[in-house]
């Protein structure tokens, strides 16, 4: 039997309700077929309802559920091969990954400088990273679901926004111990010798060493108008997306 | 060629020339002075392109997404030009100091014009390479395979005692590797490097033995790796120079305008 | 680097800041930069390749990961590291170049322009800044004071110059340093129309660029500018310019009281003039060799001569007659004194009888400064001081009395002395004035009661001026005097037989006698030419392919009166379709200034090439 990847699920989606629910309507049929299977990609919670428990609550007061089957079957293969690729990659944690189109990308920089310019004359980012196609995952920090960088700081500087939901780091409280780079499987935060905005590198008074800091994106966290690097991009080419947004139909504009 | 964001704006653009291009023909039907509706569009007009490089200063301030500045950047390029063709009503005019303006915005739309196709067309031919490279690790990367190579070839001499390698290194690969090549060929998509590495660069091969060959195979290979890295450089380079005639040159154009302003409002106006 | 698979590991790949104004010296040299890099002032900061750390009493070397970590050797006893490389010379960023062109521009424009300014030298300190050449017309007049004759702010003063910039210009005023209008130069057309309102203020250059270059065509105007002012609207003139007038080119009658019809038809006709009569119908008459606006009828001499020589002789002006008087005016002893004895003084005893049964003529009215003719007692004091007037001073008190109605030289001249005083003593003895024997030809002459003047030829000057001192219609010139100076079957009024008479103002009593042919009519802004058309419409084209006789036309209505307006052409109408049926689209040029002249009166203030012609005579 051919088997066809379907679309990534996140909370929210639900996958396999057509089968239940046509199994419950149509007792008669003793051997229902189920057509999808479902394989964890990362950490997965488990929470076991008992499906007489649906029959009896849910099921008489729900409409019928769509299937899903003809959705899988409108899929271009070529999407299945770059969501391969992805999860090969493990971005499936990605809520913001940093997607560049070389096709469109002319190279011109503007997005790390206009990244520089908000954050103080120090980019976020380094863009490079790994590409499927034309399209590049920039090591920029993608906001994982469930960030594993934010185990273990010591002083508790990396954090998530309560606003947004991004990955932030405190900047006055982290002192560059290199926890969360090390653990970041991404390698999306570096340690950075801190220069101001003229360009001379700080240092500590005392030792004159450079201030290192954990450097990564913070999605531009209280700036109007977004992230700097997608507005400053001229041609369109870069786009902070959701990993189930990464195809290419969803870059194309 | 042209994106479709830049659509609207091309449209505007196309509304705007007509609008004042019809206010222009008016005001000459009424014996007026056309011109100084036509000028102070284009001054403003070059005024608001030239804005276009300046606010990169500003990008913390959020002034909208820059591909549709650029987008209006282009469209309004284009409206500049005809609407300079309506300002002078001719290719060619006829004083001095109008024609070095001329020369120059010229020149600038032809810069302008120019980049454009350069940027809308050069990045596929990168991604056509496979590997991506960052403009300013080119040289580095030029230094580390070319370190790789001078280590392969002692290597090679080492181990097998002979110098044909090492001959061939600084008789011929070296001038390859010095430095990026081939950069015309690169830019017009053509194969000149390939060319190169197949026929002078790997002639040594033939007059090797088996050792030799397996050090030389792996020189070659770099070779091939350095071609794309010089493609990058190639096509990178020309896509950040091309701004270095452009951009001065706008500015220039901007100022001998508006001292153009200055000469027909003490001369004519 | 490109080699390692696990470049994108966070440590492992630089950390580029394209922001940084300087790049490391040795990429200019192709190789690996150091893992330092310059310093923000663009000096080399990889000399040596960590800054060792004094920590518990001892060095400690600080490289950075990037670079190797910590080395081998460590750092020197006096806390210099061990690894020391020449400097490179950090290349600015390619941003850096850009900004610097950029200045390099600025500040080449402000030389460019600097060097436009002072380059001149002289007064006219931007007198090398070209701007084009001015038109073939325009080409040497400037040479005396350059750029000044037209821009006067030019050579003066930096801060005048800089004023100029914001002050309306002066351009249409140094344009009437040499050109003039019959009107103001800054209204269209050089015309005060009437209608109220929104007429704007033209300037000369909003038509009239210049420094276009030698050969450019500085004085067109399009039809669709015309057509933008104008309330009627057309497309063009073969399609639906507006029809001509009526009786179109004529807008009013012709000077010359020549009726074409019954010339033509009757009297070249009539086999008695048969020799006479011109064989080449429009032409005998009309010059085409002078063909311009008008084609000029051939003086009299060379036209009507042939037939009308003889009009003149017959047209005597009456200046003077004697009147009867009821009693003798004359003091018998005075007029002794002055003539001399004559035979008749001596029946002075007998009862008086006047030797005239005349009045006086109008014109006498005129010499005497009286209004009635008819009151004897009133004329016969006036009649009679002028006449001895007239015996003891020749024709001095004629011509005082007529110096009031114009030039009394003219109006007498030829008049001898001895004639009036011939005359004068004859009348004042109550005789009859005897004429020589010898016939009179023309000139002023004197029959037995009266003083007559016979013209001699056409354009008689002294015709002219009675005609003319009739027409003024001063003070003291009655009706009577018109009628009979005017008069066109008799006396010297025979002039406007021919001559029209012509009101021009109905207010006013004054009168004009054409004498002149020609144009009349003032269309200030029509253009035409004869001589292009001439020969050139084609194998049987006459003057009458245009100009068709109306042959029912009542031309001689015309001149019954004194209004020329009120008039009916001996040609029909000239129509749109005569001159549609070549000047149309694809044929003939049909542009609006190809008849209309947009300027009213154009001329020239002063002799261009006065100049020229001192250098060239002296």
């Known amino acids: 039997m051919a088997s066809a990847r379907l679309p990534n699920l996140g909370a929210g989606n639900y996958f396999g309700l057509g089968e239940l629910y046509a199994a419950w309507k149509n007792p008669e049929i003793q051997e229902m077929a189920l057509h999808t299977s479902l394989s964890a990609l990362g950490y997965v919670d488990i929470l076991r309802v008992p499906a007489p428990i649906l029959e009896e609550h849910v099921f008489p007061f729900m409409e019928t559920p769509t299937s899903t089957t003809m959705e899988i079957a409108g899929t271009p293969v070529a999407d299945d091969a770059l969501m391969e690729w992805a999860v090969e990659e493990r971005f499936v944690n990605a809520t913001r990954v940093m997607v560049i189109d070389l096709d469109r990308c002319v190279r011109c920089d503007d997005c790390v400088r206009a990244c520089a310019s908000t954050h103080g004359g120090n980019p976020r980012f380094r863009r490079h990273g790994r590409t499927f196609d034309s399209m590049m995952v920039a090591n920029a920090c993608m906001h994982c679901a469930d960030p594993v960088c934010m185990i273990g700081c010591p002083t508790g500087a990396i954090h998530r926004s309560v606003e947004h939901g991004t990955v932030i780091i405190n900047d006055i409280t982290c002192i560059g111990c290199a926890t969360c780079a090390n653990s970041c499987p991404y390698n999306n935060i570096s340690m950075v010798a801190i220069r101001n905005p003229d360009g001379a590198t700080i240092t500590d008074p005392d030792s004159g060493k450079p201030i290192f800091k954990a450097t990564k994106c913070d999605f531009c966290d209280g700036q109007p108008g977004g992230p700097a690097c997608v507005r400053a991009c001229p041609h369109d080419a870069l786009k902070r997306v959701h990993f189930q947004e990464l195809n290419p139909a969803g870059m194309a504009t | ?269 | 680097m490109i080699t390692d698979s696990d470049r994108f590991k966070q440590d492992k790949s630089p950390y580029e800041r394209p922001n940084f104004p300087y790049r490391c010296g040795r990429i200019g040299l192709w190789s690996k930069p150091c893992g330092r890099g310059p310093s923000s002032e663009g000096s080399c900061g990889g000399v040596s390749e960590c800054r060792p750390f004094f920590d518990n009493g001892r060095w400690a070397c600080r490289r950075s990961a990037r670079s190797g970590g910590p080395c081998e050797e460590g750092p020197r006893p006096d806390g210099s590291c061990c690894h020391q490389h020449p400097p490179c010379k950090p290349m600015p960023s390619l941003r850096g170049y850009r900004a610097r062109l950029t200045f390099l521009a600025v500040g080449l424009v402000i030389a460019m322009i600097g060097a436009f300014w002072f380059g001149g030298g002289d007064a006219g300190a931007i007198s090398s800044m070209d701007p084009g050449a001015l038109s073939g017309g325009h080409q040497n007049f400037t040479a005396e004071e350059g750029c000044a004759t037209c821009h006067k702010p030019h050579g003066g003063d930096a801060g005048g110059w800089l004023q100029a910039s914001w002050l309306p210009g002066s351009l249409s005023s140094a344009c009437e340093s040499c050109h003039a209008f019959g009107g103001p130069a800054t209204t269209p057309h050089n015309e005060q129309f009437k209608t109220a309102g929104g007429q704007k203020t033209t300037e000369c250059t909003m038509c009239h660029t210049e420094h276009k270059g030698m050969d450019a065509k500085i004085t067109n105007i399009s039809d669709s500018q015309c057509s933008a002012c104008h309330e009627k609207q057309f497309k063009s003139f073969s399609q639906d310019h507006p029809s001509f007038s009526k009786d179109f080119p004529s807008r009013r009658r012709t000077a010359i009281a020549f009726d074409h019809t019954s010339h033509f038809s009757k009297h070249f006709e009539d086999q008695r003039y048969a020799e006479r009569a011109p064989k080449e119908r429009c032409i005998a008459c009309h010059n085409v060799g002078k063909a311009a606006r008008n084609v000029p009828v051939r003086p009299f001499e060379q036209s009507c001569a042939r037939c009308h020589e003889d009009l003149f002789a017959k047209r005597e002006l009456v200046l003077f007659a004697l009147p009867e008087f009821e009693e003798n005016p004359f003091d018998a002893v005075a007029v002794g004194e002055a003539c001399g004895p004559t035979p008749e003084a001596a029946d002075s005893t007998e009862e008086y009888e006047s030797v005239s049964t005349e009045t006086l003529p109008p014109t006498a009215l005129l010499l005497l400064g009286i209004e009635d003719g008819e009151d004897a007692e009133a004329y016969s004091e006036p009649v009679r001081d002028l006449i001895m007037g007239a015996i003891e001073n020749g024709h001095e008190p004629l011509i005082e009395a007529l110096d009031k109605y114009g030039d009394a030289k003219t109006l007498l001249s030829g008049l001898s002395p001895e004639l009036i005083r011939g005359v004068g003593c004859a009348w004042a003895s109550n005789i009859e004035y005897e004429a020589p024997a010898d016939a009179v030809s023309g000139g002023w002459f004197a029959d037995e009661l009266s003083l007559r003047y016979r013209p001699t030829r056409h354009s008689d000057p002294v015709a002219k001026a009675w005609t003319n001192l009739a027409a003024a219609g001063g003070e003291g010139v009655t009706d009577d005097v018109r009628d009979t100076l005017l008069s066109r079957s008799e006396g010297p009024g025979g002039c406007t037989k021919c001559h029209s008479v012509s009101q021009n103002d109905s207010e006013s009593k004054e009168l004009r006698v054409e004498w002149s042919l020609g144009a009349q009519s003032k269309q200030r802004h029509l253009n035409y030419s004869h001589a292009p058309h001439l020969n050139l419409l084609g194998p049987g084209a006459t003057c009458e392919t245009c100009h068709k006789v109306n042959e029912k036309a009542d031309y001689a209505a015309a001149f019954k009166h004194w209004n020329p307006l009120d008039f009916e052409s001996n040609f029909k109408s000239i129509e749109n379709g005569t001159c549609t049926a070549c000047h149309a689209k694809g044929q003939v040029r049909q542009e609006c200034t190809l008849c209309h002249e947009y300027h009213n009166g154009n001329k020239f203030k002063r002799r261009m090439t006065s100049a020229h012609a001192k250098d060239s005579g002296s």
């Open chain 2, 1 to 269: 060629m042209i994106r479709r964001s830049a659509l609207p704006f091309i449209v505007i653009g196309i509304a705007t020339f007509a609008v004042v291009a019809w206010y222009a023909r008016f005001t000459w039907l009424e014996l007026g002075n056309p011109s100084i509706v036509t000028g102070y569009t284009l001054l403003v007009l070059m005024l608001m392109l030239g804005f276009f490089n300046i606010r990169k200063r500003l990008s913390m301030v959020p002034v909208g997404r820059t591909s549709l500045l650029l987008a209006f950047h282009v469209a309004a390029g284009l409206l500049a030009i005809a609407l300079f063709w309506l300002h002078t009503g001719t290719l060619w005019p006829t004083g001095s100091y109008e024609r070095i303006l001329a020369v120059l915005f010229y020149l600038v739309s032809l810069t302008g014009i120019l980049g454009y196709i350069i940027l809308r067309s050069l990045p596929r031919r990168l991604t056509q390479t496979g590997i991506e490279v960052v403009y300013e690790r080119i040289p580095a990367e030029l230094g580390e395979i070319r370190e790789k190579v001078e280590a392969l070839t002692l290597e090679c001499t080492e181990k097998t005692g002979s110098d044909t390698v090492a001959q061939h290194y600084i008789g011929t690969l070296n001038w390859f590797f010095r430095r990026p090549r081939f950069g015309l060929s690169h830019l017009v998509g053509g194969d000149a490097a390939g060319h190169w590495l197949r026929g002078p660069g790997g002639a040594a091969r033939r007059y090797l033995n088996d050792v030799e060959k397996e050090y030389f195979d792996q020189i070659l290979e770099l070779g091939t790796l350095k071609i794309l890295v010089d493609r990058h450089y190639a096509c990178q380079d020309l896509m950040k120079k091309w701004l270095l005639v452009h951009v001065p040159l706008s500015m220039a154009v901007i100022l001998v305008s508006i001292w153009h302003l200055l000469l027909v409002n003490v001369y004519a106006i």
